[in-house]
T-cell receptor, first 109, second 114 residues
C-alpha cells in the first residue's frame, strides 16, 4: 500500500465545515483512496473512497488533487458525533487495507 | 448494527490460557479479515480468509491461528496468552477478496490477559 501522511490531530467547531488533509505522494495510477473513521470504542467505519474524480455521499465529500498526490475529506457540518479518528488509506487494490495513525478530530460545542 | 457480528464482546483470561474469538461476516460477504488494535500499535492486520481459504497474512504470531468455515464464519484462536496480547480484536468482512470496495467492521472483542 502507498504510504499516507495525515496530521495527528485537528479541531473544529460544531456546525462548521471540516477539511481533513491526506498526502499520498507515492500513489500509483490504479490505487484508490479510502477514508475510514473510528469512533471511540467502536470498530472502524467506511466513509468514502475514490480514484480520480471528486466523490460525494451522505456522510462526506472527497476532493482529490489533479495529480492525485493528495486528497481532502470534507465534512460539511461537523457534529459532536463526528469526533473520531479518521484514517486515509491508499493502495486498496492489495488484499488488505493498511491503517496508519490517522487524524484525531475533536469537535468543540 | 454493521452486519458483522463478533463474540464475545469482552474476555478476561489468565496468562498461558487459550481463547477463541468468533466472527460472522455480513451476509453475502466472502472475505474475512482480522485486525488487532492495541494502544501503542494502532490497527494491525493479522490475517485474511476468502471463501474458506487463507488469502493473506500480516503480523500474526505463531501462537495465533485462524480459520474460515464453510458457512463463512471465522474463528481466531489465541494460545499461550501473554499480557501483551491484551487488545481489541476486530473482524471485518468484504464482498470480494480485496479492500477495494470497502470493509465492514464488527464492534470488536476486548481481550484482557491478567
Amino acid at each position: 500500500d502507498a504510504k499516507t501522511t495525515q496530521p495527528n490531530s485537528m479541531e473544529s467547531n460544531e456546525e462548521e465545515p471540516v477539511h481533513l488533509p491526506c498526502n499520498h505522494s507515492t500513489i500509483s495510477g490504479t490505487d484508490y483512496i479510502h477514508w475510514y473513521r473510528q469512533l471511540p470504542s467502536q470498530g472502524p467505519e467506511y466513509v468514502i473512497h475514490g480514484l480520480t474524480s471528486n466523490v460525494n455521499n451522505r456522510m462526506a465529500s472527497l476532493a482529490i488533487a489533479e495529480d492525485r498526490k493528495s486528497s481532502t475529506l470534507i465534512l460539511h457540518r461537523a457534529t459532536l458525533r463526528d469526533a473520531a479518528v479518521y484514517y486515509c488509506i491508499s493502495g486498496a487494490g492489495s488484499y488488505q487495507l493498511t491503517f496508519g495513525k490517522g487524524t484525531k478530530l475533536s469537535v468543540i460545542p | 448494527d454493521s452486519g458483522v457480528t463478533q463474540t464475545p464482546k469482552h474476555l478476561i483470561t489468565a496468562t498461558g490460557q487459550r481463547v477463541t474469538l468468533r466472527c460472522s461476516p455480513r451476509s453475502g460477504d466472502l472475505s474475512v479479515y482480522w485486525y488487532q488494535q492495541s494502544l501503542d500499535q494502532g490497527l494491525q492486520f493479522l490475517i485474511q480468509y476468502y471463501n474458506g481459504e487463507e488469502r493473506a497474512k500480516g503480523n500474526i504470531l505463531e501462537r495465533f491461528s485462524a480459520q474460515q468455515f464453510p458457512d463463512l464464519h471465522s474463528e481466531l484462536n489465541l494460545s499461550s496468552l501473554e499480557l501483551g496480547d491484551s487488545a481489541l480484536y476486530f473482524c471485518a468482512s468484504s464482498l470480494v477478496g480485496t479492500g477495494l470496495y470497502g470493509y465492514t467492521f464488527g464492534s470488536g472483542t476486548r481481550l484482557t490477559v491478567v
